[in-house]
């Protein structure tokens, strides 16, 4: 039986950047889907609502069919069991992002040894940018168009 290929890029998106899409739109030949999957934790107070960072990224992915945007609570591992995916995706800016996230892949494959982690590197023009740099840039009135995805200008 050959099953459907596919992967949950998770994160909270709040905002998402252009190094989000970047991830997303160099693993898209590789999958016969992707599931952005946006984190909901009511714990945690976001700059944007849940129901804008879906917008964001429903229109930043609306041109292409392999991407699906969802949202999810509680563990990824879970939520990644009930879509059918077997690959998390995940960027790297740094070897610190390296070392945060090596972790968290080894605690997921301990807990579904079935499911992969795979890494991609951040394009070098987004390594040194992060959705908090993106809040504050926002927050202060500065120019956030060289940042996020293009079909979310005027949404922001």
Known sequence: MNEMRIAVFPGFFDPVTRGHEAI???AIPLFEKIIVAVG???AKANFF???QRLQFLEKTFKNDAKV???EFS???VDFCRSVGASVILRGLRSVSDFEYEKNIAQM???MVPELETLFLLTDPEYTAFTSTIARDI????GN???FVPVAIHQLI
């Open 24 to 26: 997303v739109k160099r």
């Open 40 to 42: 909901n934790n009511t």
């Open 49 to 51: 609502p849940l129901e």
């Open 68 to 70: 699906e945007v969802m």
């Open 74 to 76: 509680g563990l990824t």
């Open 108 to 110: 997921n494959r301990a």
């Open 138 to 141: 926002i927050k202060y009135g």
């Open 144 to 146: 956030i168009k060289p």
